[in-house]
């Protein structure tokens, strides 16, 4: 998915704006360095300059000094987010909302974190809150209407993915996931007559990916646009990554589990993406040998 909500940076500074630079903005002369406030301004400068460790140490001072101070976990527990450790990033969020329950900003970073734990239907259930507080991002949240459509939500989801339409018109993805939703709940056919209108995603392979799933195209299509033309190591591993997704997905809603089974693995352990859709294949694969055993 192209478009990002509330981009991880971007929250950082979002969590100092709130708490450390209006006091420069009214002109105090030298912030106490001792200050939590000053501290998470200081890491949030760290992490964005790629200081990763510096700045968590930076908020976990800010914490000792402040332990009531809601912001300073929300901080700290998106640096964890983002250097790919969910449980501490959880851990952090939790006590951030034990402090303040209305910091919405906890709430979007626990869900998103908590989906890669795992924890779907608590995910669904925090993306939820997130939007009660603030309903004027509702319409960038994709992550929410994955975790909708892992937690049985299809018509949640369906409309979340409508949603994401406006604001995100020609992205391949999106199509595919509202395509899902609606296939859980009303069949391939019915899925395939409400197939949001892409026109032109151009990474490939996008549009042959949209192809199958409007009854158009097919796998073969989709793994020679893969692999067809000059591409780095890096971008074909990116493209066979997205080609074995929705394959395995494809299969999925069709009901070939072996096929599903096949394509998703390879996705989540061949082809594997350190990204949030990566963590959909790896979540997508668990589930389905999890199935597998209680069969």
Not at 18 to 32: F, I, Y
Not at 42 to 61: C, H, P, Q, T, Y
Not at 128 to 142: E, G, I, N, R
Request: charged share 25%.
């Amino acid at each position: 998915m192209p478009m990002k909500p509330l981009p991880g940076l971007a929250l950082v500074f979002a969590v100092c704006a709130q708490v450390c630079w209006p006091r420069l903005a009214a002109g105090a002369a030298e912030p106490d360095a001792k200050g939590a406030d000053e501290l998470l301004n200081r890491a949030g400068v760290s992490f964005a300059k790629g200081n990763r460790e510096e700045a968590i140490e930076l908020a976990s001072k800010a914490i000792e000094i402040e332990p009531k101070n809601a912001k300073a976990y929300t901080v700290r527990g998106r640096f964890y987010a983002e250097v790919r450790q969910p449980q501490k990033a959880v851990k952090d969020l939790n006590q951030a909302l034990a402090l303040d329950p209305r910091l919405g900003l906890a709430y979007y970073h626990r869900a998103a974190e908590g989906f890669k734990l795992g924890r779907i239907k608590e995910s669904a259930a925090d993306f939820d809150k997130f939007v009660d507080l603030a309903p004027d991002q509702a319409p960038k949240l994709w992550q929410r209407g994955i975790s909708l459509y892992y937690a049985g939500r299809y018509e949640d989801g369906q409309r979340q993915f409508e949603l994401h339409q406006t604001i995100n018109s020609n992205d391949v993805e999106n199509a595919v996931w509202h395509f899902l939703c609606v296939a859980r709940r009303a069949g391939i056919e019915k899925a395939r007559a409400a197939l949001l209108k892409i026109e032109n995603d151009s990474r490939v392979p996008m549009m042959q990916i949209y192809a199958l799933y409007a009854g158009k195209g097919s796998a073969e299509e989709i793994m020679k646009a893969a692999t067809t033309g000059k591409a780095s190591p890096a971008e074909l591993n990116e493209r066979m990554f997205y080609a074995q997704l929705y394959l395995g997905l494809y299969f999925d809603v069709a009901g070939n589990e072996k096929m599903a089974r096949e394509h998703i693995v390879r996705a989540a352990d061949l082809f594997k993406v350190e990204s949030y859709m990566g963590d959909v294949a790896r979540i997508h694969a668990e589930l389905m040998r999890a199935q597998g055993q209680s069969n």
